[in-house]
């Protein structure tokens, strides 16, 4: 079996942007290409509307609520027997799909411990490139709040919340 390099082994991501009335319905398109792929991740987005312009005809009717990309994605991952909607963040209106293999004994492990990464790359690049590693070498917990279905919808509790009319939330007790 030839030794796959270094690269094949890092991770790998889809993205998706959901804009409505353009590619909502394309769910067996999209779950055949992430079958031929097989990335690591799927972050799925909904667009988001940056006012009116010549290079575009969207408008803010194209923007998908949150649930509608949430539904989406849960249908999504219907279709996608190896992954599971692993992370939320509600204000940047995205999910995450993961492999399974970043659930380790029931938790995600999404993140990357980059202190680790940066060794690793250290190693490998003294070693003259004969060393190698996988995105499961520098994975690290996904905190509780980044979780999908967290009460937090992905707000770091310790971050403060800004919304609209000048009214600031804290967050930590939602």
Not at 67 to 72: N, P, T
Request: net charge negative; aromatic share 12%.
């Amino acid at each position: 079996m030839a030794k796959q390099s270094n690269s094949e082994q890092q991770r790998t991501v889809y993205r998706l942007t959901l804009v409505k009335a353009w590619n909502v319905d394309e769910l067996k398109a999209y779950s055949d290409l992430i079958a031929l792929g097989q990335p690591d991740f799927i972050e799925v987005k909904g667009v988001t509307y940056c006012g009116e312009s010549s290079a575009s005809s969207l408008t803010m009717a194209n923007v998908p609520w949150h649930e509608e990309v949430i539904y989406f994605v849960q249908q999504l991952a219907n279709l996608l027997p190896n992954y599971e909607i692993a992370c939320e963040h509600e204000h940047s209106n995205c999910l995450l799909l993961a492999h399974h293999k970043f659930k380790v004994d029931g938790e995600w492990w999404t993140w990357i411990d980059y202190e680790r990464f940066q060794e690793l790359i250290q190693e490998y690049d003294e070693s003259g490139g004969t060393t190698s590693f996988s995105a499961m070498d520098y994975m690290a917990k996904t905190p509780s709040w980044a979780v999908f279905g967290a009460r937090e919808r992905g707000f770091d509790p310790l971050d403060t919340r800004f919304q609209r009319k000048n009214k600031t939330k804290d967050i930590s007790g939602c």
